[in-house]
């Protein structure tokens, strides 16, 4: 398994809807992968609708390709670009960081993925 952008091994980012390139959960990349999946984002509204405009429809099932269709609070490892594109335009969701491959440091500064950490309180709710 790949390394996180803290350079530790990398937690999965969702079996449930199951993600990655290689649909095993974790954000992981590797040559074939040309669109670098590696961002573990945790959708939301704002997101999912910058998405479909900009020619991505996550939200919309499709059954042949056994993809779910995406919700608000849903983890998908999203293309590294696709991130910074949202993030350009005051659209950028959360981020997995401990899911997030090293390699979307490539493309995005750590000091700036670290604003956008998806965290837990103690009672483990998520917070921003």
Not at 101 to 109: A, F, M, N, R, V
Request: charged fraction near 25%; proline fraction near 6%.
């Amino acid at each position: 398994m790949g390394k996180n952008v803290f350079g530790e091994p990398m937690i999965s980012c969702s079996t449930l809807p199951m993600t990655g390139f290689y649909r095993d959960g974790c954000c992981e990349t590797g040559e074939d992968d040309r669109g670098r999946h590696t961002v573990c984002a945790v959708m939301n509204e704002e997101f999912l609708q910058f998405s479909s405009m900009a020619g991505n429809d996550l939200v919309t099932p499709v059954p042949v390709y056994g993809f779910p269709g995406l919700k608000p609070g849903d983890k998908w490892c999203l293309c590294a670009l696709r991130w910074v594109e949202a993030w350009k335009a005051n659209k950028a969701p959360l981020v997995v960081l401990e899911a997030t491959h090293e390699k979307t440091l490539d493309y995005i500064p750590l000091t700036e993925l670290v604003k956008f950490a998806w965290k837990f309180n103690v009672e483990g709710t998520a917070i921003k």
